[in-house]
């Protein structure tokens, strides 16, 4: 069985991201307007050897390691071993945790969310289109979270819904020879019928990964276990009422977080060029 904290995306949706996704490529492709003029990118972007930023993005579906049958994933082992080589850095001051993600494995998420905790660097992370889930979940790790007014947040909760195919098998003529050598080894096979008790047995663990994933948000964000607990039903909100709620800190994007850091640090914040995108 497999726990997921990650937010369903509604097809129109995912549609309409594509579109301004590609729209907004071909943009900046043919010369449309970029990020920051060139000389903001000069004193913004440096090479490796004087930067002082490291941005580390996770953008994608949320996953524990590399596997050669996903796509569109990000992996947290990657991530981490990027969280820890920059405390190694000591030109390194501070860590920014890029995220564009609907969730995934909440084992990949609490993850980023200790080494971003464990860092010995300043920690941010921002959110822009979407931090939702476990991809929340590892953003509560960061001593400061941004994000847009318009950001999705929070999806504080845990599914683990699939696909029954049994009544498309039966119109089709194929029948499912359950051959397993425990009751519930083929439980959540979905071309057979799940029984209640199997049914019972995920929710119980479903339960318990939300009971846990509630007081992660609750100790991480310094809320009361009973105001996250009221949240935590599975909805997301805008970057607005986040922050109302306490889920995220400042409502901005990389150049708040730029003035945010040159402010906390006393620094000029440079960041790494292979990392840069604004």
């Known amino acids: 069985m497999k726990i997921n904290l990650y937010k369903k995306i509604n097809p129109w949706v995912a549609l309409l991201i594509i579109i301004l996704t590609v729209g907004g490529f071909c943009l900046g492709f043919f010369g449309g307007p970029r990020w920051v003029d060139d000389s903001e990118q000069e004193t913004f972007v440096g090479n490796t050897e004087d930067c002082n930023i490291k941005i580390i993005p996770l953008t994608g579906a949320l996953a524990t390691y590399y596997d050669f049958t996903d796509s569109g994933y990000v992996y947290s082992d990657e991530i981490v071993s990027q969280i820890e080589d920059a405390n190694k850095n000591e030109e390194i ?4 945790l890029e995220i564009d993600s609907y969730g995934g494995s909440p084992v990949a998420g609490e993850e980023i969310l200790n080494a971003l905790k464990n860092s010995s660097k300043e920690t941010v992370a921002l959110i822009r289109q979407a ?7 590892a953003a509560i790790g960061a001593n400061t979270i941004f994000a847009s007014k318009f950001s999705d947040v929070g999806s504080i909760g845990v599914t683990t819904s699939y696909v029954d195919n049994v009544n498309k098998n039966k119109a089709e003529g ?10 519930y080894k083929d439980m959540m096979d979905p071309n057979k019928p799940l029984t209640e008790e199997e049914k019972a047995l995920i929710m119980r663990d479903i339960e318990l990964a939300h009971e846990k994933f509630v007081n992660l948000v609750a100790k991480h964000r310094k809320l009361s276990v009973e105001k996250v607990g009221q949240m935590a039903d599975g909805s997301s909100m805008l970057g607005e009422m986040a922050l109302k709620n306490g889920l995220i800190d400042k409502i901005g994007g990389i150049n708040e977080v730029r003035e945010y850091l040159k402010t906390e640090l006393g620094i000029d914040p440079v960041i790494c060029a292979e990392e840069a995108q604004y």
């Open 131 to 137: 931090g939702l889930s476990a991809a929340y979940m």
């Open 93 to 96: 001051k501070a860590i920014v």
């Open 174 to 183: 194929l029948i499912f020879n359950q051959l397993s050598s425990g009751k």
